[in-house]
């Protein structure tokens, strides 16, 4: 699995000159490292890509990538469904509704087995994503993260510093007489929160073994 990021890109970010390459090989060791601690908190793999999902016995269906662009191929139980005519999508959510053979749009449990081949993720990450990448490989990276005073139960405030030069600041509860609130990741250098919009968007439809999700 690549990362969320290219390498060009992460050294214009980070101010390293294209001509510079003695640090490539761990800058993308960093930004794979960082790809995969944004993709295991927001259950989400984030590029475009193609997915084949299958459901044995579903109820309500939900893919697991998103956002979802398009669906190039559908099968209940072996049998063809008309990505046109028989199902429809919510692109935010991932959600397939039934069009055809069921009794509600949301029925699909007179199914044994659904297949569903679909394109989802991003051709280019949001900038806030992308700004959000780069400012957890500078914190892996270079150690840039600079105000930490405050966390850990102390008095005070962090500040976390973006590439662009752009900041945040975040209260600690500790300043209120309690723990620290929104304290950031070890590795990202922000708290996981910032990617909360990044989620998962599925209401509460937790995988299982009912569920089986591959990249082709």
């Known amino acids: 699995m690549s990362?969320?990021?290219?390498?060009?890109?992460t050294k214009t970010a980070l101010g390293i000159s294209s001509t510079d390459t003695e640090r490539d090989a761990m800058l993308t060791r960093v930004i794979n490292a960082v790809s995969h601690r944004i993709?295991?908190?927001?259950?989400q793999h984030l590029?475009?890509?193609t997915y084949t999902d299958q459901w044995f016995?579903?109820?309500v269906v939900f893919?697991?990538?998103?956002?979802?662009?398009s669906i190039s191929a559908a099968s209940a139980d072996s049998g063809a469904l008309s990505v046109s005519t028989d199902i429809e999508f919510d692109p935010e959510t991932g959600r397939i509704f039934?069009?055809?053979g069921g009794n509600a749009l949301d029925d699909w449990r007179s199914v044994a087995h659904l297949e569903i081949t679909y394109s989802a993720g991003y051709a280019t990450l949001p900038d806030d994503l992308a700004d959000l990448v780069f400012t957890g490989v500078q914190n892996r990276f270079e150690g840039w993260l600079v105000g930490t005073r405050g966390l850990g139960g102390q008095q005070g405030?962090?500040?976390v510093?973006?590439?662009?030069?752009?900041?945040?600041?975040?209260q600690t509860a500790a300043a209120l007489g309690g723990g620290v609130m929104d304290a950031p990741d070890f590795l990202l250098g922000f708290p996981l929160s910032m990617l909360d919009a990044y989620k998962d968007p599925s209401p509460g439809i937790a995988p299982d073994a009912s569920h089986m999700w591959v990249q082709s």
């Open 47 to 49: 590029n475009l890509a």
């Open 63 to 69: 893919t697991r990538g998103n956002p979802v662009n």
């Open 39 to 43: 993709r295991d908190y927001t259950g």
């Open 98 to 100: 039934r069009l055809s």
């Open 57 to 59: 016995q579903p109820d």
């Open 157 to 159: 405030a962090m500040r």
């Open 3 to 9: 990362g969320l990021v290219t390498l060009a890109d």
């Open 161 to 170: 510093q973006f590439p662009d030069g752009g900041a945040v600041n975040y």
